[in-house]
Structures are given as structure tokens and as C-alpha cells.
């Protein structure tokens, strides 16, 4: 069974970068597309950027375009969210899900495996 492993997130100030890593053990996610979420409290979790099995594919919401960036190593079934110019907006738990398709999705339903989440808190 595969399990995805994600770093621990941390509390920074507005402007500062952070970057989540997302490791699988017990399996690998190389065919896998990659998907990432987050969930503010009281709202529903949000998809926010997908990349594709060979990373030749990725997608951004309007929210974290051009500040985010996935990127993975297959070799070391590892998937990373690079996150620049953070805002208190920003805060949340990010969680990153493998989608056995290859592809990304929107929907958390195509999601096989999901990380235990990530608490980022940004200060403004």
C-alpha cells in the first residue's frame, strides 16, 4: 500500500517562500499524476495545482499561478510544492493525493492516495 509522506510545514512571514515536499513509501507513484489541495477551516479542501505522471504537464489555479511550482523526481517517487511570495491567504493545511490515472484532476474523488497534510502558516 502506498503512503504518501509530506514534510513538515512551518510558520513564516508574508513574502517569505516555503517548499512542502511529498514522498511516497510502501510503493510508487511514478505513473501517478500528482494533485495538490489545501483547506482552510470551516471550507471545503481546494485543489490548487496538479502535475502530470512525467512532469511535462502542470496546472495552477489563478490564486497560486505564477507563486507556485510542483516539481517531481521520479527517481526518488518524490513530488515537491515550491511556494513564493506567501500571503496570510495562503495559510492552510496542504495536502498533496496521487491520482492512479496519470493525469491531475480538480476532483478529490480521482485521488487514490493522499499525504497526512501539511500546516502552513503564513503571518501578516
Known amino acids: 500500500q502506498v503512503q504518501l509522506v509530506q514534510s513538515e510545514g512551518g510558520t513564516v512571514p508574508a513574502g517569505a517562500w516555503l517548499r512542502v515536499s511529498c514522498a511516497a513509501s510502501g510503493g510508487t507513484i511514478r505513473d501517478y499524476g500528482v494533485g495538490w489541495f489545501r483547506r482552510v477551516p470551516g471550507l471545503d479542501r481546494e485543489f490548487i495545482a496538479g502535475v502530470n505522471w512525467s512532469g511535462s504537464s502542470a496546472y495552477y489555479v489563478d490564486s497560486v499561478k505564477d507563486r507556485f511550482y510542483i516539481s517531481r523526481d521520479n527517481a526518488l517517487d518524490t513530488v515537491w510544492l515550491q511556494m513564493y511570495s506567501l500571503t496570510s491567504a495562503d495559510t492552510a493545511v496542504y495536502y498533496c493525493?496521487?491520482?492512479?490515472?496519470?493525469?491531475?484532476?480538480?476532483?478529490?474523488?480521482?485521488?487514490?492516495?493522499w499525504g497526512q497534510g501539511t500546516q502552513v502558516t503564513v503571518l501578516s
Open positions: 493525493a496521487a491520482d492512479p490515472s496519470g493525469h491531475y484532476s480538480e476532483s478529490p474523488d480521482a485521488y487514490t492516495f
